[in-house]
């Protein structure tokens, strides 16, 4: 764990909270490392929930197949993001959802009702925990609601476009790279991936966007994605 340190002290879920004082909860959480390769779940759906999950190195994607097989893409995650903690204070029976490794990965996962239930000592380091699990529960609802106003656009075009200008607005400049492959947006998104890519070679032809890969730039706009309308 030495060299996840940093990892940890920058994780939401240990804001607040120093080294010292991560090591001594991670104690009283039953912290344990877990190694996961490319391809491989770290959790499926329909297993128990109760764990808390925090990736330090690596990359996973919370996933969600339907009856056929269809997936969609819930989100994907970075070194230092949790995992997990909405399903277990819920008290599902079963996750319904994966959490999927994109690349070979670590984790540190806890036990969330360590977690939630404060310890015999009352430590303020716990106090802090509880209180920066309940922010990031909040957070993670706000951006579900994204995704779902995203969704809810009429035409791909429009799910695609909506991501697109909230990428930039939270980077306040037109240059960005997502964290999503093209497969993967087109997952997070619920289209074709076929469908968006022929969007997009509209778009660059249009002048709208230019991009390679995970790398986008949004070009002057028209007035009707300025003011939140697509064009009749």
Same mark, same amino acid.
């Given at each position: 764990m030495e060299d996840f340190w940093p990892v940890l002290s920058g994780c939401p879920l240990f804001k607040g909270i120093d080294v010292e004082e991560i090591k001594a909860l991670l104690g009283c959480l039953g912290g344990k490392k877990m190694d996961v390769s490319? $391809?491989?779940?770290?959790?499926?759906?329909?297993?128990?929930?109760?764990?808390?999950?925090?990736?330090?190195?690596?990359?996973?994607?919370?996933?969600?197949?339907?009856?056929? $097989?269809?997936r969609s893409v819930l989100s994907m995650l970075s070194p230092g993001e949790i995992f997990g903690e909405a399903f277990s204070c819920a008290g599902l029976d079963a996750l319904p959802v994966s959490v999927i490794a994109l690349r070979d990965s670590s984790l540190l996962l806890v036990d969330s009702r360590r977690a939630l239930d404060m310890c015999s000592n009352a430590c303020r380091f716990h106090s802090l925990l509880i209180g920066n699990l309940l922010r990031?529960?909040?957070?993670?609802?706000?951006?579900?609601?994204?995704?779902?106003?995203? /969704?809810?656009?009429?035409?791909?075009?429009?799910?695609? /476009?909506?991501?697109?200008?909230?990428?930039?607005?939270?980077?306040?400049? $037109?240059?960005?790279?997502?964290?999503?492959?093209?497969?993967?947006?087109a997952d997070y998104l619920g289209v074709e991936r076929s469908a968006m890519s022929a969007e997009i070679g509209k778009l660059k032809r249009a002048g709208i966007l230019d991009t390679k890969a995970s790398w986008f730039c949004l070009k002057q706009l028209g007035q009707d994605y300025k003011t939140g309308h697509r064009k009749k």
């Open positions: 490319k $391809g491989e779940p770290v959790f499926l759906e329909g297993d128990a929930p109760g764990l808390v999950g925090v990736l330090l190195s690596g990359s996973v994607q919370i996933v969600q197949d339907d009856y056929y $097989g269809n990031e529960l909040a957070e993670k609802n706000l951006a579900f609601t994204k995704k779902i106003r995203y /969704m809810s656009q009429k035409t791909t075009r429009d799910k695609l /476009m909506a991501y697109l200008l909230d990428q930039a607005k939270e980077r306040g400049r $037109g240059e960005f790279v997502i964290p999503f492959d093209r497969q993967s947006l």
